[in-house]
């Protein structure tokens, strides 16, 4: 993690230490990983404080909308990266860059380049980064984590245009300000949910208890395919809600929560679309916040690959019964 101002926009006298520690919310950030992956990632912030001076003024390296181009987000990772010789790229493979805060650099992107498209330093290519812009002065550490994800492979869930948060706030790529958590297909993707707390369900009948995704123990993930049984495009996914944070710093969410997701959209068009209990949307937890589905639901639409039975509620998890069409 690396701190650049400019001329236009002077870093804050007191030092970068306070930032750092509210960007990573005093090691929640790093816990975080830990707990979302099961202990299987350990995320560590090497940090460079004091501010180095950027070659160009703030207002230089981004357009009128106040967002990077591609090209301009690498000519900020390439120049910022410049500022510290004693980076090295082998051991250090992200770039978490903090700017000073200024209106110019609105929001904070991740940057990800082919190899051929990335900035050069003397130890390597930088590949992935983050560019820490005025909005996360305000935003928590769960804005990092988010951007993080982004370089680990996550899309965003949320749709670009119109904006709108599609699948909810029960995961972090699709609502930072209240979800805390992945939902069971990204720890999935990412190698983290253990194979034998999954079931993949393509033919038949199948009865289990779900157990929650943070624990250790039974199974907590049921996929479901769409289309071609051994290479799916497109899957359904059950698991147990996780808790969403409201802002008035209340909590919610029960249930079995239902899912599909598509291989064949891009991140920002909703790439996983909730199947909803219910469609209730509200300030406080978002949209679809009453999605998942209590004991004595069944969810049986001619559309799906599946009928589902949500049976009862145990202290271990929800009993629920599936049967594939």
Not at 165 to 188: A, E, K, P
Not at 211 to 240: F, H, Q
Not at 244 to 273: C, E, K, N, Q
Request: with cysteine; hydrophobic share 35%.
């Amino acid at each position: 993690m690396v701190f650049v101002d400019f001329a236009d926009a002077p870093g804050d006298g007191s030092g970068t230490e306070g930032i750092a520690d509210h960007l990573t919310g005093y090691g929640k950030a790093e816990k975080w990983f830990s707990d979302q992956s099961y202990g299987r990632l350990t995320f560590e912030i090497a940090r460079i404080p004091g501010w180095r001076r950027m070659p160009k003024p703030s207002t230089s390296y981004t357009g009128t909308n106040k967002r990077f181009t591609f090209e301009q987000h690498r000519d900020y990772m390439s120049d910022a990266a410049a500022l510290f010789p004693e980076l090295d790229v082998r051991t250090h493979p992200l770039l978490l860059v903090v700017g000073a805060k200024t209106d110019a650099i609105a929001i904070s992107p991740t940057f990800i380049a082919t190899l051929a498209r990335a900035p050069m330093t003397p130890t390597g290519p930088v590949r992935w980064g983050v560019t820490f812009g005025k909005d996360s002065y305000t935003n928590n550490h769960m804005n990092l984590c988010h951007e993080v994800c982004h370089t680990l492979g996550l899309p965003d869930l949320y749709n670009f245009e119109p904006l709108r948060l599609t699948t909810g706030s029960w995961d972090v790529m699709g609502d930072i300000f209240r979800s805390r958590s992945l939902i069971g297909w990204h720890r999935h993707k990412l190698g983290w949910l253990a194979d034998e707390r999954k079931a993949y369900l393509a033919h038949g009948e199948f009865g289990t208890v779900l157990t929650p995704l943070p624990g250790s123990t039974g199974t907590s993930m049921i996929v479901v395919p769409a289309d071609d049984v051994l290479n799916p495009s497109k899957v359904y996914v059950l698991e147990l809600a996780q808790p969403i944070r409201g802002h008035d710093g209340t909590t919610t969410g029960d249930g079995v929560l239902i899912y599909s997701v598509d291989a064949r959209i891009s991140t920002g068009h909703s790439p996983v679309s909730i199947v909803p209990a219910k469609t209730t949307t509200n300030f406080n937890y978002g949209e679809l916040f009453e999605a998942p589905f209590s004991s004595g639901s069944i969810l049986d639409v001619p559309a799906l690959p599946f009928s589902v039975s949500t049976k009862a509620k145990r202290d271990d998890g929800y009993v629920v019964g599936l049967k594939v069409r």
